[in-house]
């Protein structure tokens, strides 16, 4: 069985694009979701996908909730779940898959391993070997990032002049008090900055696709209309320069027929000329061959026409077919030429924003 339906589930729709452009050179349908709440609603009134692509780290519902919903579904528990994700440890794949995820695929994706999970996993479903996903209890924070607190801990400030001490409870020393330290304020800090510059970088990225797709768009309309103008010009010229050709061939036919006429009749007349006492058989002779002369010259040049505009006509159509086929594969090499370099112009633009952005991240973070 081969996959051939793929729902794509993503927030940013920078990841949405650049993964459907890698299914769909597979030769795969993708529909695509912008929320793990949106694709439920998908999978509740359409018919149900070969494969679910899950981003990990969503706003509202997040990748490992929508993951337990669709597994908890015996309409959809089987459908295979591949988790789009940036932590691809031994310890977080592990754990994933026993909440119900088939594989990993790094983000960004590249080609080679899209390639060898798609191929991995279709051997399974042919074999009938798909893994049975075994539902522990995951933390529900478990794909955020997760500081190291105790789920029943309280904070209080830690006291600046006391010595530290632990606070006791009927003697006992209490493990659910974590003092408020200025390494826990930043940890914090840093993990809610660092939150809001990826939504806000999320955001950008999407308006920035959004503004140069639909720049793109009205590029590629304004050319195919420029395009369709000139072949229709081109067309045009092409067929005045048909008729032109062929009214020209017609009166040429003529003249040359007539002119053949003229010179057999000026030959006729040298002839009588050179010819005295002509009698009168002689002269019904010489009318009846008048005749009989007239008669062919006229079925000859009615013939020679005839020929000659036939050809001329189908010389003139072969000349046009020619001509608009040339135009029409110009035409096409042209707009896919165009169609590929805004496609590779538009995601390089893309993935070198995203590029930067990471990286700027990694500058501020690290």
């Known amino acids: 069985m081969s996959i051939k339906n793929a729902l794509l589930v993503d927030d940013s729709k920078v990841a949405r694009f650049a993964l459907s452009k890698l299914l769909e050179s597979r030769d795969m349908q993708v529909n695509m979701a912008g929320s793990a709440e949106e694709a439920l609603d998908f999978l509740n009134s359409h018919e149900r996908p070969d494969v679910i692509f899950m981003d990990h780290l969503m706003p509202g519902m997040n990748g490992v909730e929508a993951t337990r919903a669709i597994k908890g579904n015996p309409d959809t528990a089987d459908i295979p779940i591949i988790m789009c994700t940036s932590r691809k440890s031994p310890s977080f794949t592990e754990e994933a898959k026993n909440f119900g995820v088939y594989n990993i ?4 994706p590249q080609t080679d391993g899209l390639g060898e999970v798609l191929d ?16 522990t209890e995951i933390p529900q924070e478990a794909d955020r990032e997760v500081l190291s607190v105790p789920e029943d801990a309280s904070v209080q400030l830690a006291p600046k002049s006391e010595p530290e001490q632990e606070p006791t409870t009927n003697g006992h020393a209490s493990s659910n008090v974590v003092p408020l330290t200025s390494e826990l304020i930043e940890q914090i800090a840093r993990s809610a ?9 999320h955001e950008l990225l999407s308006d920035l696709f959004d503004e140069q797709f639909d720049h793109m768009r009205r590029a590629l309309d304004e050319t195919r209309s420029k395009q369709e103008a000139a072949i229709e010009e ?33 030959d006729l007349k040298r002839d009588l000329k050179r010819q005295s006492g002509f009698t009168n058989e002689h002269m019904d ?64 633009v893309s993935l070198g924003i995203f590029s930067v952005g990471i990286a700027w991240l990694s500058g501020l973070f690290g």
């Open 105 to 108: 695929l790094t983000k960004p």
């Open 120 to 135: 991995q996993l279709a051997s399974d479903v042919s074999n009938g070997t798909l893994p049975e996903p075994t539902f």
């Open 193 to 201: 900055v660092k939150t809001h510059i990826n939504n806000r970088l």
């Open 234 to 266: 081109r067309l045009g010229d092409l067929s005045e320069l048909i008729e032109q050709r062929t009214r020209h061939l017609r009166d040429d036919v003529a003249a040359e027929v007539n002119l053949n006429l003229a010179r057999e009749l000026a």
């Open 285 to 348: 002779e010489l009318k009846d061959h008048i005749t009989s002369v007239q008669t062919i010259d006229t079925e000859f040049w009615q013939t020679l026409q005839s020929e000659a505009i036939q050809q001329a006509h189908e010389i003139s159509r072969e000349t046009s077919e020619d001509i608009a086929q040339r135009t029409i594969d110009l035409f096409v090499a042209q707009q896919r030429a165009a169609n590929s370099r805004v496609y590779t112009l538009g995601l390089a």
